[in-house]
């Protein structure tokens, strides 16, 4: 995709980037939600395993901390993150402390977040998921992935750190 500044991306990661949005519009055709799940890869090995990142037990560090045993274990090199979101409009705090979930929000869309993990850094896409009209399934259109860095939290940093001992 021209302009995306995908070749940044190494190509083993955009090939399990693309298998992930490929299964989430199959999701999305067939009306069903979204897990957040994660690949985990070591590409030099041909190893790539799923791991769920909600198991429904309401410990929301649970899942990412398996999800970080693993990709040590495994020697991971690559890590793509999918998951549905919601975006909900630009608001003071005062109306956002209004709604239960961000969902209930007026004006709130349904997303599609991915993001890649490679020792060479990290990339994130966002997509509107079109919403449900009738028997219209619902779809996403291509992510353009944009490099971040600087990004830290529960979901990201899931690759063992090169050249230490964890």
């Not at 949005?21 to 395993?49: P, Q, S």
């Not at 992510?143 to 971040?148: N, R």
């Amino acid at each position: 995709m021209k302009g995306d500044r995908l070749e940044l991306v190494p190509p083993a990661a955009r090939a399990i980037a693309d298998a992930m949005v490929t299964k989430a519009r199959d999701y999305l055709r067939k009306g069903k939600e979204l897990e957040m799940v994660i690949a985990l890869a070591n590409t030099g090995a041909g190893m790539v395993n799923f791991v769920p990142l909600d198991d429904g037990s309401g410990d929301r560090d649970k899942g990412p901390h398996m999800a970080r045993l693993l990709a040590r274990a495994m020697d991971a090199d690559v890590a793509v993150l999918v998951s549905e979101i919601w975006q909900g409009p630009p608001c003071t705090k005062e109306e956002r402390d209004k709604y239960k979930n961000v969902r209930d929000m007026p004006g709130a869309r349904d997303m599609v977040m991915f993001s890649i993990e490679t020792p060479a850094g990290t990339w994130m896409a966002h997509c509107a998921v079109a919403p449900h009209k009738g028997r219209t399934p619902r779809f996403i259109e291509d992510p353009v992935f944009k490099p971040v860095g600087g990004v830290e939290g529960r979901m990201v940093g899931f690759l063992p750190v090169r050249g230490t001992k964890q």
